[in-house]
């Protein structure tokens, strides 16, 4: 009989993949991964089939984390800009407070690797977060504008703000408001 899978190994292991990942990008090796997660490298296997499968778990577990940080409080807000605004500013300080998991979630964001069911997975974790968004541009400039593009926009926004946050933190809620108020402009 199989021992029952344990839930802090395959925590230690996602967490060891996510710094690597970050660090080293999509060529992190399993085994150094296993090294520091203070597992046997089979152990890796165990409850990845693959890397591939591991790489998934972990833009999953990332894209589940950040959307569930964006999500908190949410529900508090009633008008449209605060609504974009608790999101925005929740998002910018989860990406300062976590450059390792935000380079990770950019490396794999990018990567071939992550295949459609967990894009699809991960984005449904966040759809909240993005009907905000769809409808904050409904009226706007960019209403007629795909979602996809749209999405990228509002990313690449977020992140030269973290950039900006990261690297001057004394000016980073200014930093954070300007950006907000560039998103707001441009989806409006």
């Known amino acids: 009989m199989a021992r029952p899978l344990s839930e802090d190994k395959r925590n ?7 710094t690597l990942v970050a660090r080293d990008g999509l060529s992190a090796a399993t085994s ?37 940080t964006v999500l908190e409080g949410l529900s508090d807000v009633e008008n449209e800009r605060d609504q974009l605004y ?3 500013s929740t998002w910018t300080r989860w990406g ?3 450059p390792c998991k935000r380079q990770a979630l950019a490396q794999l964001g ?11 997975a991960g984005y449904e974790n966040a759809t909240p977060v993005l009907e905000v968004i769809w409808r904050t541009c409904a009226h706007g400039a960019l209403a007629d ?16 703000t973290m950039n900006f946050m990261s690297t001057s933190p004394d000016e980073a809620e200014k930093i ?13």
């Open 12 to 18: 230690a292991i996602l967490l060891a993949a996510i």
């Open 32 to 68: 150094q991964i296993a090294k520091d997660a203070g597992v046997p490298h089979g152990s890796v296997f165990t409850y990845f089939n693959t890397k591939a499968e591991l790489i998934n778990a972990v833009y999953l577990e990332l894209r589940t984390e950040l959307a569930g």
């Open 86 to 88: 608790q999101i925005w």
């Open 96 to 98: 300062v407070a976590n």
């Open 110 to 120: 990018a990567s071939s690797q992550i295949n459609e069911c967990t894009r699809k």
């Open 145 to 160: 504008t795909p979602q996809p593009y749209i999405g990228a926009v509002v990313e690449a926004l977020a992140s030269t």
């Open 176 to 188: 954070c408001q300007s950006g907000f108020e560039a998103l707001w402009r441009a989806l409006r």
